[in-house]
C-alpha cells in the first residue's frame, strides 16, 4: 500500500520494486511500502525527502556525518583533488601517510594503518590480521556488536525472540539466509559487562582465542556502554593470555572524542577497525595499531594479504585528510557535545512531563534512550526496556519533521550543524510525538 501523502516517494518505490529486491540498495532502507524514505537533497543537520518534507536528522547515514550534509570544506577539497588529480591509480599516493599522521596525533593507539572501502572491510582485515599475527583462529564476539555484513560476522543473539525468563541465553541465529553454518565454527560470543561469561570463555578456549573484537559503546544497540571495570578486564585478560583486544571504533571513531571511545576510557586496542566519521560521508575506512601486529601483513609466502582496487583512493583519503583536519583543529567536538547535552535535556524534559522514566546511555555525540528504570548493561537487559513505545514515539517524530531510526537500538548521532537547531521547535515536535505514542497506546 503506498502513502497517499507522499505521491512522489510512491511513485519512485513502486519504480525501485522493477529494479530492486525489496525497492532498495539495502535491506535495512525497506520501512515498508507506507514509510520507506527516498532523499532529494541534504544540507547540515538535514534531509529533504522526494516530497519535499523537510527533516532535521539524527540518523546521519547511521553515523558517518559528524560535521554536517554538504560541508564545504571537506566538499571543496575533494572536487578540487579529483580535478586536479583523478580518481584512482592503483599507485600509491603521499595522502596515505599524510592522513595516517593525522590518524596518529588523534589516537595514540595507532603505529601502523590500512584503508579499506567500508566498515565491513575494515573488520575483514583486522580479524584476518589478528589470527595471523596469533595463530589462532577463535574470535570472541560481544551480543549486541555489529560489525558488518559477511558471514562470519552475521551471527547475533536472537532477544527479539527470547524469553529473559527461561534462565538460558538468547539462541544464537545467522542474520538470515546463506550463511553457512561453518561460519560460526571459530565464534564464541558473550554479553556485555558479564566478568563470569568472558572467564568461562578463556578456562574453556583461551588457548585458541585469537582476538576478542568489541564495540566500546554498542553502536548498534543503544550505545549500551561497557563499564571501565569491563574495558580493564578485557585488556588484561588478552594480554594474559595472547589474545588481541579489537575494539570496533567504525561508529564510535572520531565521534564521541579526538581520539574515540579509546580515549574515554584510556585503554588501548591492539587493533582498531574505524569508518564513519573519519570522512563525513565519503566512503572511507582503516584498521590499524601496533605495529607489530601490522608487521603480519607482509609478502611472506605466509604473509596477511590485503588491498583492493578502490582502497585509499583519491576521494576517500582526501575526505578523511579533511575531515579530520577540521576536527583536529577547530572546536567541533565542544560543539557536538553541547548540541548533544541540550538535545537530551529537551528530550528528558519532555519524557518526564509526561511521566515515562527514561536512562541516557552512550556519550553526547552518539547517546541512546531507553525507557525503563535502567540502563541496560548490555543487550540482554535492553529487553527490559519499552522499545515498542519508543518505535511508536520514533514513527510519530518522523512525521512531525525529525528523521530517526525507530527502533531504539540505532543511537542519535549528533553532528557539527546539530547547533543549528531551533530547541523550542524541537521540544514541542517531541512532546506532540509522545503525547500522540501514548494516546495510542490507551
Ligand atoms: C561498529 C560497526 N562495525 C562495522 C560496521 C560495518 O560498516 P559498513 O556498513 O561501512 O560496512 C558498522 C556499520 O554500521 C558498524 O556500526
Known sequence: MSNPAKPNTSRLLTQSHFHLPMGVADNYRYWGEENTVFVKTSEGCTITDADDQCYVDFRLAYGPIILGYRDTRIDQAVIKAITERGTISGFSTE??????????????????????????????GAVRTARAFTGRNKIV????????????????????????????????????????????EHLETVPLNSFDAIDAVFARVGHDLAAIIIEPILGNCGSIASSQE???????????????????????????????????????????????????????????????????????????????????????????KATLTVLNQ???????????????????????????????AGPD?????????????????????????????????????????????????????????????LEEIVDRSMAEAIEAKS
Open 141 to 184: 564476539l560481544v551480543e549486541g556488536g555489529f560489525h558488518g555484513l559477511y558471514d562470519e560476522m552475521m551471527w547475533k543473539p536472537d532477544v527479539d525472540n527470547w524469553n529473559a525468563d527461561s534462565g538460558k541465553a538468547p539462541e544464537i541465529k545467522p542474520f538470515g539466509g546463506g550463511i553457512p553454518e561453518a561460519s560460526r
Open 230 to 320: 569491563y574495558m580493564q578486564k578485557l585488556r588484561d585478560v588478552c594480554d594474559a593470555n595472547g589474545t588481541l583486544l579489537i575494539m570496533d571504533e567504525v561508529k564510535t571513531g572520531f565521534r564521541v572524542a579526538k581520539g574515540g571511545a579509546q580515549e574515554l576510557y584510556g585503554i588501548n586496542a591492539d587493533l582498531t577497525t574505524y569508518a564513519k566519521a573519519m570522512g563525513n560521508g565519503y566512503p572511507v575506512a582503516a584498521f590499524g595499531g601496533r605495529a607489530d601486529v601490522m608487521g603480519v601483513i607482509n609478502a611472506n609466502s605466509n604473509g596477511v594479504v590485503h588491498g583492493g582496487t578502490y582502497t585509499s583512493n583519491v576521494i576517500a583519503l582526501t575526505a578523511a
Open 330 to 360: 577547530t572546536n567541533a567536538y565542544d560543539t557536538i557535545n553541547k548540541a548533544g547535552a541540550d538535545i537530551q535535556q529537551v528530550l528528558s524534559r519532555v519524557f518526564t512531563k509526561h511521566g515515562i522514566e527514561h536512562r541516557f
Open 365 to 425: 555525540a552518539m547517546f541512546g534512550i531507553h525507557f525503563g528504570d535502567i540502563v541496560p548493561s548490555n543487550y540482554r537487559d535492553w529487553k527490559q526496556t519499552d522499545s515498542a513505545l519508543y518505535t511508536e514515539f520514533a514513527m510519530n517524530l518522523i512525521k512531525h519533521g525529525v528523521m530517526l531510526e525507530p527502533d531504539s537500538r540505532e543511537p542519535w548521532f549528533i553532528c557539527e550543524s546539530h547547533q543549528t537547531v531551533d530547541l523550542n521547535w
Open 95 to 124: 595522502l596515505e601517510s599524510e592522513v595516517i599522521e593525522l590518524v596518529k596525533q588523534m589516537c595514540p593507539n595507532i603505529e601502523k594503518m590500512r584503508f579499506a572501502n567500508s566498515g565491513t572491510e575494515a573488520v575483514i
